[in-house]
C-alpha cells in the first residue's frame, strides 16, 4: 500500500502577472509539491483549482494561498474564497522581500511567498467590499473627467489670451456665457481659427460636464444609505465627494483595534521618525495607504478654512493659525489634517454625529477627539 503522508495546510504561493502566474506549492516541512505555470484566463484557473482540490483530496490537507496586492488581486482572491481557500492578499510596500531580491523570477517569487506564508510572516493587505470597490472607481473616474475639463479650461484660457483675449472662469461656467463670449470673438477675421477650435473644444467641454454630473448623481445614489457617509456629511465644510471618499476608504475600523495612530498611519498623515541612540529626527509624512483618503482628509481642512465666519473660533482653527505663523500654511494644513483624522476615526467608531458646539472650549485647553463629539 502506497503511504500517504498527511499535511495539515498547503502553503502555495503565487506570483500574479495579467496573462499568467506562476505558482509554488510547499508543505509545512518545505518540502517542494507544484511549481508551474498557469495562464490567467478561466481554463488556466479551472486546472490550477482542480490541482488545489486534488491534494486536498489526497493529502488530507487545507489550502493556503498567498497573493500579491495587484491590480487583479481582488478578481483572483474572490475566485480561491468560493472554493474555501485561505487567501492572504500580500501588502507589497510592507514585504520588499521581493521587490529588492537580487534574483528575481516569477518562480523564486512565488517560493519567497509559500515559504513566508508557511511562516505566517507575510503582511496582510485588506481589501474592501465589492460595494466600496465600485464607489472607488466612480469616485476615481470623476476625478480623471474633473482633471480633464480642467486642462481642456487652461488651454482655452491660454489661447484666447494669444489673441489678446484675458477671460475668466465664470465666462465657461454655462452654455450661454460660452457662446457670448464666441460671439464676441467672431467680429474679427484672423478669430475664425479660434472660433472653429473654441466650439470644439466647448462641445467636449459640455461632454465632461454631463459626464461628471450623471456620475455624481450615481454616487449620491449608491451612499444615499450609507451611515458613515451619513455621519460625515454631519461635519461643516464636507461635500458629498469627500465623505463619499472618506466612507468607502474607511470600513472596518476595527482592524485598528480602537488605536486612532494606527488610522492615521494607515492614511500616511504620519511623519517618518528615524531614532537611534539619543538621536531622533522627525521627517516628512509618510504618504502611506491610499492617496484619494489622504487628500481628502486634506480637502476637510480646506473647508474648514474656507467657513471661517462658523470655524474661526474652534481650537482646532485656533491651533491652526498659531502654528502657520510658526512653520506655514503647508506643514499646518497637513497638521490640522491629521487632528481631523483622529476625530473621524472616533466619530465613526462610536457613531456619533459631529457636534460643533463642543469644539469651542476655554483658551489654553485643547480639544481631544472624544470631547469634540462629546464622548
Known amino acids: ?26 508543505s509545512s516541512d518545505g518540502e517542494l509539491l507544484l511549481e508551474k505555470q498557469y495562464e490567467t484566463n478561466n481554463d488556466g484557473y479551472l486546472a490550477f483549482i482542480e490541482a488545489m482540490h486534488t491534494f486536498e483530496e489526497e493529502k488530507g490537507c487545507t489550502i493556503a494561498l498567498a497573493i500579491e496586492a495587484t491590480c487583479n488581486a481582488r478578481f483572483s482572491r474572490n475566485k480561491m474564497v468560493r472554493e474555501f481557500f485561505r487567501v492572504v492578499v500580500v501588502n507589497t510596500s510592507r514585504f520588499e522581500l521581493i521587490s529588492k531580491s537580487t534574483k528575481k523570477t516569477d518562480k523564486h517569487d ?24 465600485e464607489i472607488r472607481r466612480l469616485l476615481k473616474t470623476r476625478s480623471i473627467l474633473v482633471s480633464t475639463e480642467v486642462k481642456i479650461k487652461n488651454q482655452v484660457h491660454g489661447m484666447l489670451l494669444g489673441h489678446g483675449e484675458v477671460t475668466k472662469s465664470a465666462q465657461f461656467q454655462s452654455k450661454k456665457k460660452r457662446q457670448v463670449l464666441i460671439d464676441s470673438l467672431g467680429q474679427d477675421p484672423y478669430t475664425k481659427t479660434v472660433v472653429a477650435s473654441l466650439k ?42 469627500t465623505a463619499a471618499t472618506i466612507s468607502c476608504y474607511t470600513k472596518n475600523l476595527d482592524r485598528f483595534d480602537g488605536n486612532y495612530k494606527r488610522f492615521c498611519s494607515y ?35 480646506m473647508g474648514f478654512l474656507r467657513l471661517t465666519k462658523v470655524t474661526g473660533e474652534w481650537r482646532l482653527l485656533v491651533n491652526y493659525k498659531k502654528m502657520k505663523e510658526a512653520k506655514g500654511s503647508g506643514k499646518s494644513i497637513v497638521a490640522t489634517s491629521r487632528k ?9 467608531s462610536k457613531r456619533e454625529e459631529f457636534n460643533p458646539s463642543l469644539m469651542v472650549n476655554a483658551v489654553g485647553h485643547s480639544l481631544t477627539a472624544d470631547e469634540v463629539i462629546g464622548a
Do not use: W
Request: aromatic content about 8%; proline content about 3%.
Open 200 to 241: 470644439e473644444m466647448f462641445t467636449i467641454l459640455d461632454g465632461l460636464i454631463a459626464s461628471v454630473n450623471e456620475l455624481e448623481r450615481y454616487i449620491k445614489e449608491l451612499v444615499a444609505d450609507d451611515e458613515d457617509y451619513n455621519l460625515l456629511i454631519t461635519i461643516p465644510g464636507v461635500g458629498f465627494v
Open 267 to 301: 492614511v500616511g498623515l504620519t511623519p517618518y521618525i528615524h531614532s537611534s541612540n539619543k538621536t531622533e529626527h522627525i521627517g516628512h509624512i509618510t504618504k502611506h495607504g491610499p492617496t484619494e483618503l489622504r487628500t481628502a482628509f486634506v480637502q476637510m481642512c
Open 110 to 133: 512565488a517560493a519567497e511567498l509559500a515559504y513566508y506564508l508557511s511562516k505566517d510572516m507575510l503582511p496582510e493587505s485588506h481589501l474592501c467590499e465589492e460595494h466600496e470597490e
Open 340 to 348: 481631523l483624522a483622529r476625530i473621524v476615526f472616533v466619530m465613526l
Open 1 to 26: 500500500m502506497k503511504d500517504v503522508t498527511v499535511l495539515s495546510e498547503l502553503s502555495v504561493g503565487i506570483d500574479l502577472h495579467k496573462t499568467q502566474f506562476t505558482v509554488c506549492a510547499i
